[in-house]
């Protein structure tokens, strides 16, 4: 065989193969993640409460913006209204050595909320979303150590955030007259 048809070839076998991968997750129901049409009452939300952390008040207003609401700053033009009651991140050590060197960190996240409409009727009471990683520690890794805890953090956010919102439009369905 020569050069040109051995590139022909595996052109054809990567576009059969793409085909099957496609096939293959449309009919175990995948599909990708994107815009989801928003209730009215979630188009502008207030986000408040004595534990409202900016990353996650941030993962929040990007998730909103993909699917065209947004995050307001006057509770009164709110369409609802987010409390976060309480936020709670923690760091465990779980896994040490027989030389009794730590090897591994759990990493937690809650995030305790209430939200409301214009009308004060309660559509989430005192509801907490959780999310947790592991993470492997390396001592002699301090900086990616610290890069990759950040990181982890910013996925267990965006993770509530998501879950939140899911929520959220549930609600905001089910409230419709």
Do not use: W
Request: glycine content about 6%.
């Amino acid at each position: 065989m020569n050069a040109k048809t051995t590139g022909h070839a595996s052109t054809a076998r990567r576009a059969f193969l793409l085909g099957v991968t496609a096939s293959s997750l449309t009919a175990c129901g995948f599909q990708p993640r994107g815009a989801v049409e928003l209730p009215p009452s979630l188009q502008r939300l207030h986000i408040g409460g004595p534990r409202a952390e900016r990353g996650l008040v941030v993962s929040i207003t990007r998730l909103l913006k993909q699917n065209g609401g947004q995050v307001v700053t006057d509770r009164e033009t709110a369409s609802m209204r987010l409390i976060v009651a309480e936020y709670r991140a923690a760091r465990r050590e779980v896994i040490i050595d027989p030389r009794a060197r730590l090897r591994e960190v759990e990493l937690t996240l809650r995030v305790t909320v209430t939200a409301e409409d214009t009308q004060g009727h309660v559509l989430l009471a005192s509801e907490s979303f959780d999310a947790a990683r592991m993470m492997h520690y390396d001592p002699n890794n301090l900086l990616g150590h610290s890069e990759e805890e950040s990181r982890l953090r910013g996925e267990m956010q965006e993770a509530v955030a998501q879950s939140i919102l899911a929520r959220l439009r549930q609600k905001a369905i089910q409230a419709r007259p």
